[in-house]
């Protein structure tokens, strides 16, 4: 068995559908700019990515987190899934400190 370890230095398209995509957040990557320095994030990739096209991010998250990210393609999309959670409220969402195993 075969098991491919990633160390991206920029997100990975992992899915592309209509209504949602699922990227890989590398660490060391902000989901959302936080001040006006120019400073690389998700969000800002995304809008290159896809210029003109709405996009929100279901989940983020800290700088040094790597894990997919769900992102909305449409408000109505944002709004449905915002409400991806268990039975006791918490995010459906994989994470991790990098890509592949430990």
Do not use: C
């Not at 991206?8 to 320095?37: N, Q, W, Y």
């Not at 994030?41 to 279901?58: Q, R, T």
């Not at 894990?67 to 393609?73: F, I, Y």
Request: a negative charge; aromatic letters at 6%.
């Amino acid at each position: 068995m075969s098991i491919l370890h990633l160390t991206p230095d920029e997100p990975l398209l992992i899915a592309e559908e209509g209504d949602f995509l699922i990227v890989a957040k590398p660490p060391h990557l902000l989901s959302h700019p936080t001040r006006p320095d120019g400073q690389p994030s998700l969000l800002g990739w995304l809008h290159e990515k896809y210029p003109g096209e709405f996009v929100a991010l279901v989940n983020g998250w800290n700088r040094e987190t790597s894990g997919t990210v769900l992102v909305a393609r449409s408000p109505e999309a944002a709004s449905k899934l915002g409400t991806f959670d268990d039975a006791e409220g918490n995010p459906q969402i994989l994470s991790g400190t990098g890509f592949g195993p430990d």
